[in-house]
């Protein structure tokens, strides 16, 4: 249930929760404080959860503060209409203070009225180069939300997606260093069973991986792992110093 904030109480709180979504966090971690704020800061908001668009213009909710905006999610995605996917996909804010009367998404209204929700609010969620999808609050009461909570829904939404993108940032750099890891310690296995330079034997990985069609990065992963395999065999098998044998 929300709290009731003041102007500045409401600011304070901004402020707190844009420090809390500068730190490095993963990206389910950062929708989690959204939506669980949204709740928190906007009086009308009964439950939350963001709808995530990913590839070929799949949906799916995320970071839901009950079992309800999921339920809602799956009913919008298989009628495709929806508040929800109306701000997801057309860069808006979209708000719905009658679902009884909604006239926009008639069977999705329906459904939602079925269920106890009575309006909505939902805010498009992007970052410089994509749409990340909408950060959806539901209220259990008719005309649940004002101008006011749109500014301060906007403001949670600008922040879910700087800090997403922040963290899809690092997760990718984070990959990105340890496949050079992988590379390098490939290719020192190679060089020392080989002897050969860095040079070629980086040349080979890359054949290899023309060759079988796989991902350079698998091949490094697969020779790290076969020689990290052979070498503790060879540790098993070779006796003790004070061995008899």
């Known amino acids: 249930m929300a709290v009731s904030t003041g102007g500045e109480d409401l600011g304070k709180r901004m402020a707190q929760l844009a420090r809390e979504f500068a730190a490095p966090a993963e990206v389910d971690d950062v929708l989690r404080r959204v939506t669980h704020a949204a709740v928190e800061l ?21 970071a839901a503060t009950s079992d309800l905006p ?10 495709g209409e929806g508040p929800c996917l109306d701000a997801a996909t057309r860069d808006a804010t979209v708000r719905a203070d009658h ?6 998404w008639p069977r999705y209204a329906c459904a939602a009225v079925e269920v106890g929700v009575l309006s909505m609010l939902t805010v498009h ?14 209220s259990f009461r008719v005309a649940g939300f004002d101008r006011g909570d749109e500014a301060t829904a906007e403001m949670l939404g600008t922040h879910a997606a700087l800090a997403t993108a922040a963290a899809s940032a690092h997760r990718q750099m984070t990959s990105v260093l340890a496949s050079r890891d992988l590379i ?14 860095a040079i070629r034997a980086f040349e080979l990985l890359r054949r290899l991986s023309q060759e079988r069609n796989t991902p350079l990065v698998r091949i490094a992963e697969e020779l790290v792992a076969t020689g ?10 070779r006796p003790a110093a004070d061995d008899p044998r």
């Open 99 to 104: 679902l009884r009367g909604e006239t926009r």
């Open 228 to 237: 990290s395999r052979l070498a503790s065999s060879r540790s098993a098998d």
């Open 70 to 79: 999921a339920y809602l999610a799956a009913v919008q995605i298989a009628l």
């Open 184 to 197: 390098g310690q490939a290719k020192g296995m190679l060089m020392e069973r080989f002897h050969i330079d």
């Open 42 to 62: 906007i009086p009308g908001a009964d439950c939350a959860d963001v709808l995530v668009v990913g590839g070929r213009r799949q949906f799916e909710s995320k």
């Open 125 to 138: 969620l992007y970052s410089h180069s994509s749409t990340l999808g909408a950060l959806n609050l539901y």
